[in-house]
């Protein structure tokens, strides 16, 4: 046993998880400290950078953990499961939204709802490339996304992604293959060296 | 195909700096040139934009989480076992070991325990041994055993009590001569006054007494009609002259 206890930075995020069932604040914020950020970017990518829905869904997640802390298997990597959670409640989102569109009149909404919220929240876009980008993001089907962002934009491993959608790791690199190779093509007229 | 090599490879190296392995395992990915380039250029800008990226939640949303997390973790305390807390209060899982109430009860308990044998230790060697003696004494002492006959001394239990506390004094003339206070007479006069005189005398290393000098005449009826009270013993009633004894005419003239 050690005599001096590790400060909650120096704890992984399952020991975190296990201090924060008992009941441990400091635990829980430590977690939201190292999460709350990159899920709340996570969110924005994959629900049309509309923020108050992120937050929304930040909370949400959040709360999950808080009222029903046993659903985390200690066995597994945190990390792996809060994204797989997180994923999962894009893909009900997903759903929520195919379902509105085929009872409205037609349109598209959330394609026409973040189009407007790129324009008028106007959140740290300050660059043609970032437009593009995200445009491109958001033109991907869910699965390419989905893996490109948890691979490029959050940085997991792909043997971590292959357990969050819960696909084969051949899968994953194809699909990540495809949705790299789109965007590069999409946004090379940005590249100043192809263009020269 | 690793994919980490695959993106630092690109993210890293210009094209024509391209081993031919390396150009192998990222051809799926950028065949030519122009892709490379394109590739590295993807990377390279949503590297900066990963940085530039950082989504901080707001304040609200915090505070709310805070706020369920209390609710949620008091309503189990309520509802739970109360001994729980009463864990939790003393050995706090968050706090170092050494600041833990139980494990600081159990340091402390553990000390005494360790601690005061230890102190006691330097004492008890010596006592039972004390003890031993004192009663093995008493067993030698035949003095003691002639004086519990004695109808006028203490019980022999109250006796030995005394002596645990301080030695008895046992240098009773009158218990060795065996006379008894109302045949005092002059010999015992005299040997008492001797003693007397021998121990103010300063430094006085022997001490003079008829009863020593003659028990047996000590022992004997005393009749005497001397003036000077010199006689002693029944069969030996003739005077003893001052000069035989100087020990005797030096007391005789020093005091009368």
Redesign the interface.
């Known amino acids: 046993?050690?005599?001096?206890?590790p400060s909650y930075e120096e704890l992984t995020d399952e020991a975190l998880m296990k201090?924060m069932s008992?009941?441990?604040?400091?635990?829980?914020d430590e977690i939201?400290k190292r999460y709350?950020?990159?899920l709340?970017?996570y969110f924005?990518r994959m629900l049309w950078r509309d923020r108050e829905k992120a937050?929304d869904f930040?909370?949400d997640l959040?709360?999950k953990i808080?009222?029903k802390p046993d659903y985390f298997d200690m066995e597994r990597s945190f990390k792996t499961w809060i994204y797989s959670v997180a994923n999962n409640m894009c893909k009900n989102e997903y759903k929520k939204q195919e379902v509105r569109k085929g009872m409205s009149t037609g349109l598209d909404n959330h394609f026409s709802l973040s189009d407007t919220n790129v324009n008028v929240m106007g959140e740290?876009q300050d660059s043609f490339?970032?437009e593009a980008?995200e445009r491109g993001i958001e033109s991907l089907d869910e699965k390419h996304k989905e893996a490109f962002s948890l691979?490029?934009?959050e940085?997991l491993?792909?043997k971590e992604i292959s357990e969050i959608l819960d696909i084969n790791e051949g899968t994953v690199?194809s699909r990540?293959?495809y949705a790299?190779?789109y965007?590069?093509?999409e946004?090379?007229v940005?590249?100043p060296?192809?263009n020269r | 195909?690793n994919?980490?090599n695959v993106d630092e490879i690109i993210a890293k190296k210009n094209y024509h700096e391209l081993s031919g392995a390396e150009r192998e395992l990222i051809s799926?990915?950028a065949g030519t040139e122009?892709?490379f380039?394109?590739?590295k250029?993807?990377?390279s800008?949503?590297e900066m934009?990963?940085d530039?990226?950082?989504?901080?939640?707001?304040a609200e949303?915090?505070r709310?989480?805070?706020h369920?997390?209390?609710e949620?973790?008091q309503q189990?305390?309520r509802g739970g076992i109360w001994l729980n807390s009463l864990l939790?209060a003393l050995y706090p899982?968050?706090?170092?070991?050494?600041r833990r109430p139980l494990l600081q009860v159990a340091a402390a308990v553990l000390v005494i325990f360790l601690v005061v044998p230890l102190i006691n230790q330097n004492i008890e060697p010596n006592a039972p041994n004390q003890l031993a003696k004192n009663e093995m004494k008493q067993e030698a002492d035949p003095t003691l055993d002639e004086n519990k006959d004695e109808p006028s001394t203490v019980s022999t239990g109250k006796l030995n009590d005394q002596q645990a506390v301080a030695p008895t004094d046992t240098r009773e003339p009158v218990s060795h001569t065996g006379l008894v206070r109302d045949d005092l007479s002059l010999p015992i006069a005299i040997d008492k006054f001797v003693s007397a005189e021998s121990d103010a005398a300063a430094g006085a290393t022997s001490t003079f007494s008829i009863v020593d000098a003659a028990p047996e005449m000590a022992s004997t009826e005393i009749k005497s009609d001397h003036p000077d009270g010199v006689f002693v013993g029944d069969h030996m009633l003739t005077s003893m002259s001052a000069a035989d004894q100087p020990e005797l005419l030096d007391l005789l003239t020093a005091t009368f």
Do not use: C, W
């Not at chain 1, 046993?1 to 206890?5: D, E």
């Not at chain 1, 009941?23 to 829980?28: I, K, M, T, V």
């Open positions: 046993m050690r005599l001096i206890k201090s008992n009941g441990d604040q400091r635990a829980f939201y709350s950020g990159p709340l970017g924005m937050e930040v909370h959040f709360a808080i009222r740290v490339f970032r980008f691979r490029h934009l940085g491993s792909i690199k990540i293959f790299t190779k965007l590069a093509e946004l090379k940005f590249n060296v192809i | 195909m994919m980490d799926e990915l122009e892709e380039e394109q590739m250029f993807l990377f800008q949503m934009m990963k530039d990226d950082v989504f901080e939640p707001r949303t915090k709310s989480l805070d369920l997390f209390q949620t973790h189990r305390a939790v899982v968050e706090k170092p070991a050494y």
